[in-house]
């Protein structure tokens, strides 16, 4: 007779039928380890995931409208290479927040932060390690726009490339440390109410995770301009820093998976940070040129709606395996490495029921933002309906493909027994940045292309761009 590796509704089934059965069972039977996500179905899933998906998307409108006008604020226009900067340090929230999000979800659902003792050794060592990646991924982060700038023809100026430092390194760190303590608090929320971590965190995240930094990235960076005389106060920032650097180290040794990431985890994420400065590329070379008017805008949006479905994705087929699979090995159900896009969205797996539901929130979710955008910055963005037509089409292509990949890229990083909440989120956010500025850009070109088809000679614009 033929075995077979049951699926974790049966086990479930089989859990709940066994417990309390036997001599040993009170000692036996395991406190579940969260809520019961195998029995999930795509009612429950989109009730929970949408109220948090469009607070973000509100969010991402405010970033949209805020970037639109910090890009005339003379910080913005003396120093380019701060555009460039915008899509990485932004994106920290995928590469830092987000994967905090989904590591602490992944705790909360396998019951790792129900003892208080161990809750604050998790949370310590993780908010501690958040603040060692935010120095130097935000260093890195200025020293990539900067050699992306030379790259395309720009000078360099040492003041200013200290100003653009200074401005990333201590954005990244004030960032890093409100979400993180936020990210905390959702979870630990989260799990007392019996809400699954995975749909609502990392929306959270997106949410604030874009108005908190591009504020701080133009208020601190607008401070630093002013004062770019004074000779010390950029390096002592950094040194400072520097300095911190060791003591957070300290504290996220307490925790032996986080002392793994510190070793092994800074590919991903500097990676990712990468891929997004080639975005901050293209948002540099096109938000002055009049044709493109409305990209600062749509930026945050498109990038940020598309990072926030692939996490929210990420993280749950992450907590899966960690529930129902053994590191190295895939769950029979899951043992292509390589699915298809079929599977990946049309099978009666609870992981496509979620791809399909957030696959559906798409088009409503980028109409709402739309209109909200339009309400409020009317005369500064396109509202023609091809435009809105090929917006649309454009975030629907970005998400499906964050989809597809991430259901393979959790596969294969679980094979090598990596854990995807460290390894996939960072990677899949990153080329959500750049997929998604990318599309937007073609958006705003075919749009002109076809606006000069129906009135030729006519004007792409309404309202200049900045000079």
């Known amino acids: 007779m033929e075995t077979r590796q ?13 417990a309390g059965s036997g001599p040993d069972s009170p000692r036996a039977a395991p406190t579940p380890p969260g809520p019961e996500l195998s029995r999930e179905t795509a009612w429950s899933i989109g009730s929970q995931v949408t109220l948090p998906f469009l607070f ?14 910090f890009q005339h604020w003379p910080v913005f226009t003396e120093m380019k290479d701060l555009l460039t900067l915008v899509p990485p340090l932004v994106g920290l929230k995928g590469n830092l927040e987000m994967t905090l999000a989904s590591r602490l979800s992944t705790a909360a659902n396998t019951g790792q932060v129900d003892d208080p003792q161990e809750q604050y050794r998790v949370v310590s060592s993780n908010l501690a390690l958040v603040q060692v990646q935010a ?4 260093l890195l982060a200025a020293v990539a726009a900067l050699l992306l ?8 100026d040492v003041v200013e490339a200290q100003v653009l430092c200074a401005s990333s390194v201590l954005t990244a760190s004030l960032a890093a ?5 936020l990210m905390v608090c959702i979870v630990v929320g989260a799990r007392k109410l019996g809400v699954n971590p995975d749909n609502i965190a990392t929306p959270i995240a997106a949410s604030l995770g874009d108005l908190i930094t591009l504020s701080l990235l133009a208020v601190v960076s607008s401070f630093f301009y002013r004062h770019r005389d004074s000779q010390y106060l950029t390096p002592l920032v950094c040194v400072g820093f520097a300095a911190l650097t060791p003591a957070c180290v300290l504290v996220a040794k307490q925790n032996p998976p986080v002392v793994r990431i510190l070793k092994f985890g800074w590919f991903p994420i500097v ?19 009049p044709q493109f008017r409305g990209m600062a805008v749509f930026a945050p949006i498109i990038c940020g709606v598309g990072g926030n479905l692939v996490a929210i994705q990420t993280s749950r087929i992450s907590t899966h395996l960690h529930l129902w699979g053994t590191p190295g090995v895939l769950p029979l159900w899951m043992k292509k490495c390589w699915p298809n896009p079929c599977s990946t969205f049309c099978s009666s797996e609870i992981n496509a029921t979620s791809a399909r539901v957030l696959l559906v929130l798409v088009v409503p979710g980028h109409l709402a933002f739309f209109s909200i955008v339009s ?20 975030g629907l292509v970005q998400v499906t493909i964050l989809l597809h990949l991430a259901d393979v890229a959790v596969r ?23 997929l998604g500025t990318g599309l937007l850009a073609l958006c705003f070109l075919a749009h002109g292309l076809l606006r000069t088809g129906v009135q030729p000679g006519g004007p792409l614009d309404l309202a200049p761009g900045p000079s």
């Open 271 to 289: 990676l990712a940070m990468l891929v997004s400065s080639l975005g901050g590329l293209i948002l540099n070379k096109t938000l002055s040129r």
């Open 412 to 434: 294969l990083a679980w094979r090598r027994a990596l854990d995807p909440d460290d390894h996939c989120i960072p990677y899949l956010t990153g080329l959500g940045d750049l």
């Open 149 to 156: 700038g030379l790259a395309s023809g720009q000078g360099l």
């Open 177 to 181: 440390c409100a979400l993180g303590t």
């Open 56 to 69: 973000a998307g509100l969010g991402l409108s405010g970033a949209g409208i805020l970037l639109h006008y």
């Open 135 to 138: 120095a130097v991924v935000g």
């Open 6 to 18: 049951r699926r974790p509704e049966e086990l479930g089934l089989l859990q709940a039928l066994s």
């Open 375 to 394: 309400l409020l910055e009317g005369q500064s963005v396109p509202s023609e309906r091809t435009f809105v037509l090929l917006y649309l089409l454009a």
